[in-house]
Every structure is written in C-alpha cells, then in structure tokens.
C-alpha cells in the first residue's frame, strides 16, 4: 500500500506532556499537509511543506506546535505542554507539487489529552 | 463569513434518489474545488476534483461549478446507503499558497 501512512494511530496523553506524530506521504508526492479536526468540523489546516520547505503556518498555530520534514519526505508534528484543547484528530496529506495537485490523507492520530 | 460554507445537515435522501449537497466560498480567486467523503471516525477521502465552470461527471458523481456565484456542488445519484457519510467541500488558491480551506461538511443519511 502507497498511500499516506500516519502514526500512531491514537494517542492518550496527560495535559503536560509532550507528544509526536509522525506522517510517511505518498512518496512521489512534494507537498505535504498538517491538518487538525474536531467533531463536527471540517479540517482547520496547520501549515505545510514543500519538499523539506515550511511554506506556510496557519496564525492560528500556538507557539507549543512545531513541524519538520528534515529530508522532504518524511514529517512530524510536535506538541509541547499539551492541553486538554488540544485533544483532536491531526490528519496528514500529501500531493503532487502543481496547481491542480489533489491531496489524499492518512488515516489520522487521534490525540486524547487527559 | 466562513470562508467555505456548506449546510451542515442532515440531509436525509431515499435510496435511489438523488442526493444534492451544496457549498460557498468566499475567496473569488480560488481555483482548485474538492469534494470528500468522511465516514464517521476515518479520515477525509477525495472523491472529486473539479478546476473549471461546468459540470464534472465520474459515475454517480457530478460536481458542479459556478465561479461568478462562487457556488461548487455534489450531486449523487442512486444513492445508496453505503453514502451515508459526511460530504466535506474544499477550496484552494493556489496563487496565495496551496493551503486548502474546507468547509464543516454536510451529513447525509440515505434512509433503506
């Protein structure tokens, strides 16, 4: 299977502790997104890379979450000093780099903090 | 205003029918329009992708676009149940970036 591959798949952590996620994309894929949903919303995006570039970061993007892709393939999503707000499903997509590029996602980390 | 807007539902449509769902943006630039299918507890799963005004037809799917009324739309023949789900719009411009904004989606429920 070559689709985008998120990890783990849930998450329980207590307010104050700091979690991880990972995100595999598709691999012919450039551009990658961080994505975070609540029940009863749409995905609010996070930010996102182009190659191992952070293009983008929403405003709305606390100063406690921080995302990589050291080599332009591979992501992580950090939190720090978790709370109980940031309990959510952090999903991950990627496409092609192009105008029309259609982004597929993975499965979602559902992040519980207690 | 939101900047993509949709009926949040539920839409509730008998199998067979034809199930019609609907979105708004605000951003007069945009130019890419997706529509995913989210079932309860999974993640968003394209189904569409429409770039120019007209219909878009992939099987029992037909998106619709309208740039001028900003107006983007799913119709779903002979629907079935296995549609029940959650119908997210999106929206890109790729000139300001290639974020792209979704709506809160519509529920639709195609009652047996």
């Known amino acids: 299977d070559t689709g985008v591959s998120q990890d783990p798949r849930h998450k329980i952590t207590k307010r104050g502790q700091n979690v991880t996620f990972r995100c595999d994309p598709i691999s012919e894929h450039n551009r990658l997104y961080w994505y975070r949903q609540t029940l009863g919303q749409g995905p609010e995006f996070l930010t996102y890379?182009?190659?191992?570039?952070?293009?983008?970061k929403s405003r709305l993007l606390s100063d406690r979450f921080s995302a990589e892709r050291p080599k332009g393939s591979f992501s992580t999503l950090e939190i720090q000093r978790t709370e109980q707000g940031d309990s959510a499903m952090y999903l991950c997509?990627?496409?092609?780099?192009?105008?029309?590029?259609?982004?597929?996602f993975g499965q979602g980390t559902r992040l519980t903090v207690v | 205003q939101k900047e993509v807007e949709q009926n949040s539902g539920p839409l509730s449509v008998p199998e067979g029918a034809i199930a019609s769902l609907n979105c708004t943006y605000s951003?007069?630039?945009?130019?890419?329009f997706f529509w995913y299918r989210q079932y309860s507890g999974k993640s968003p799963e394209l189904i569409m992708s429409?770039?120019?005004?007209g219909d878009k037809e992939d099987g029992r799917f037909t998106a619709q676009l309208n740039k001028a009324s900003q107006y983007v739309s799913l119709l779903i023949r002979d629907s079935q149940p296995s549609d029940s789900a959650t119908y997210l719009c999106?929206?890109?411009?790729?000139?300001?970036?290639?974020?792209?904004?979704f709506g809160a989606g519509t529920r639709l429920f195609v009652k047996a």
């Open positions: 997509a990627s496409s092609f780099m192009g105008d029309q590029g259609e982004a597929f």
């Open positions: 951003d007069r630039g945009s130019q890419s």
């Open positions: 999106a929206v890109r411009n790729y000139t300001g970036g290639f974020k792209t904004i």
């Open positions: 429409i770039y120019s005004n």
């Open positions: 890379f182009q190659n191992e570039a952070q293009l983008e």
